[in-house]
């Protein structure tokens, strides 16, 4: 696929929208700062609320967090320079000739008219956005579409979604955000495995007792509880950003870095995991606690929803490699802390020459504060020979003090310039990892299993402790 290099016109549907705001501007502006979007490139914003350019200008200004370089006011005023904004509706042809025509005029002078559009959109406009892009708005450059989750609710709608975006986009013109992806710390999971020995020897099952991914947010839902009680936490994170982070950390060695190579093993490892049994699954939803609302304290959710903003889902592996290590997913909402971490947990050493020793555990702690630890044991120091747990410890802030790390939003819009997919997500993935949780989906659509309650700000639901021990996990000594 080519890289998009001298000119580039960025079409934010959706300007106004929750998305653009918090990630989508933030990451252009980010990229722009850094001289490292096209020489000529374009933001235009399209949305149906009406403003005028002075109005869109102010409010790209709100997204966009001030800090202390000494060029950001500079950088600002260019940027919004760059920008402009289209009103229209989403469904009807003659809004996008006119967005069109727009997009004329602004690229008039380059020679070339690649377009970017990037659906920052409800998904009940998905479908009717990317006919009309394509229909009236395609260039003769190159173009391409970023769409980002919900891929629908189950399989089936999923299925449904991606043919009814296939036709009008090709799997090649199309770039499906999982921001998970374009995070530093699950990209180094690559180099992690496949650039060390040491690791790779004692990645199986004859080493590795069980896995975490643990998802936790220190927030509740506030404000957008109406999107979340249709989709609850197995849908809003669970079966997109965890199954991402589980199939880079499982699958085999890819034969090459390119993007249909890692793909491949990714779906691989993804067709081999079995549906998430009920019996394998502990769900919660938090309660009012020291003065923060309970979920079903939110207005924009039914008073009697039994919708789960925890979950701790257990998934197993078929294959070879890891037949019987439990993969036990965690996500949950207004827990006690923000951490995304994946804790990889090693067997006991044989019985017979160490008494009561903690495991080994390679911790990759994805956020806040990128790190990798490894738990070990090792002498006391001093005239006894006894063990005691410590650990090595690869914290990128003190370890790596000047790199800054950067955006997952900025990362994966300079790959999706680049053309490279590799951090995006392909249509049999999302096949696959729908096949994974469309069941126990059903069946607490079906059933309204009532969650365990927690208390806003704690560490979940009581029973997940003996849960995880349920699976092998044993708690080290620090
Ligand atoms: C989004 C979910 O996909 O990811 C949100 O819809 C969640 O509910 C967010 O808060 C988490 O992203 P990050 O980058 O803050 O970990």
Known sequence: TDAIKDSATFIVFGASGDLAKKKTFPALFGLYRKDLLPRGVHIVGYARTKMDTEEYHRRITQYIKRDNDPSFDFKLEEFKNLSSYVSGGYEDSESFRRLNARLEEIEEGYGTSNRIFYLALPPSVFVPVAKHASQECYSRGINRIIVEKP???????????????????????????????????????????????????AWDKNSISNVQITFKEPFGTEGRGGYFDEFGIIRDVQQNHLLQVLSILTMERPVSFSSEDIRDEKVKVLRAIPPVKAEDTLLGQYVAFNGKPGYLDDDTVPKDSKCPTFSASVLWINNPRWEGVPFILKAGKALNEAKVEVRIQFKDVTQGIFADISRNELVVRIQPEEAVYLKLNAKSPGYAFRAIPTEMDLTYKRRFTDSAIPEAYEVLILDALKGDHSNFVRDDELDAAWKIFTPILHWIDGERPKPDSYPYGSRGPERLDAFIEQYGYKRTQE
Not at 170 to 187: Q, S
């Open 151 to 201: 891929f629908g609710k189950d399989f089936q709608t999923c299925r449904e979604l991606l043919n009814d975006l296939k036709k009008y986009w090709t799997e090649e013109e199309t770039y499906r955000i999982d921001h998970y992806l374009g995070k530093e710390m699950v990209k180094n999971l690559l180099v992690l495995r496949f650039a060390n020995v040491a690791m790779n020897a």
